[in-house]
């Protein structure tokens, strides 16, 4: 009978170690999900003038990286502790509402967007995921969309929607991410929740006079410019590119997060 009772018990062992992984593989799961290739306007249009920008497919996350997630790595990732990051890196904001340099604490929840993260911080985040931070355009591309339009910008009922989160006090409480409706892609919290990261965001340069649309000197990166005329009257896209332009990539804030894309083999058309 011991024979018997000890093969039982190594495989109910087995078979319990079994369970535990696939539990904490599925914690793990992070969904990214397939935005086509496409040629679309911009508001920053790579001649300065009126040209489309143009965005090979690729894959983004569904919603932007959690506290939880971001406890995570930062266990994982001692240098990216609170208390362990350099200057350079992160500026003296860095994770300060975490109750711990590990742990976020009681008054925040799992769920809820990491906020007060550095560009440099975002960015080594998803190089541990096998991703980067979304370029200006990805990320343009993907919030122009509504839940059945891919691009919802010259509703005027939409532009009305994102300027009443704009207009919110920047102190409310944090949602949890996911709470907001998904977009025709299948993406989360494009707008409503938190200002977001982008990979080129240095490239930014805003101007609104006329006659610096064309300013070589607006583009030195990336083909970035002014803001084109026909877009001016998206409020809501002049307040995101305002706040990227005025960043430095070690500030940090308490309203601004981050997402990830990954790169597919698709180029644009």
């Not at 929740?193 to 101007?207: H, K, P, Q």
Request: aromatic content about 10%; glycine content about 6%.
């Amino acid at each position: 009978m011991r024979a018997p009772l000890a093969a039982m018990l190594h495989l109910s062992l087995l078979c319990a170690g079994l369970l535990l992984s696939a539990l904490a593989c599925a914690a793990q799961y992070v969904k990214y999900v397939t935005i086509p290739a496409a040629s679309f306007r911009t508001a920053l249009p790579p001649d300065g003038k009126s040209a489309s920008a143009a965005t090979s497919t690729f894959r983004m996350r569904a919603m932007p990286v959690t506290n939880g997630e971001y406890q995570s790595f930062v266990r994982q990732h001692v240098e990216w502790r609170r208390g362990q990051v350099a200057a350079l890196f992160a500026d003296a904001g860095y994770l300060r509402p975490w109750a711990a340099n590990d742990a976020f604490g009681p008054h925040l929840h799992a769920g809820q967007p990491v906020t007060h993260v550095s560009w440099f911080a975002a960015d080594a985040y998803c190089r541990s995921e096998g991703a980067r931070l979304p370029t200006w355009y990805e990320w343009e591309l993907v919030a122009a969309a509504d839940e059945q339009r891919k691009d919802a910008r010259d509703d005027a009922r939409w532009r009305e929607r994102m300027l009443r989160w704009y207009s919110r006090p920047s102190t409310e409480k944090l949602a949890a991410v996911g709470k907001t409706a998904k977009n025709l892609y299948g993406v989360y919290d494009m707008h409503g929740l938190v200002w977001e990261w982008v990979e080129d965001f240095t490239g930014i340069m805003v101007s609104t006079d006329n006659r610096e649309q064309g300013d070589p000197d607006l583009r030195k990166f990336c083909g970035a410019g002014a803001i084109a005329v026909g877009d001016r009257e998206n409020y809501a896209v002049q307040m995101r590119l305002a706040l990227l332009s005025s960043l430095q990539a070690a500030y940090t804030t308490g309203n601004l997060g981050f997402r990830c894309v990954r790169e597919t083999r698709e180029k644009a058309s």
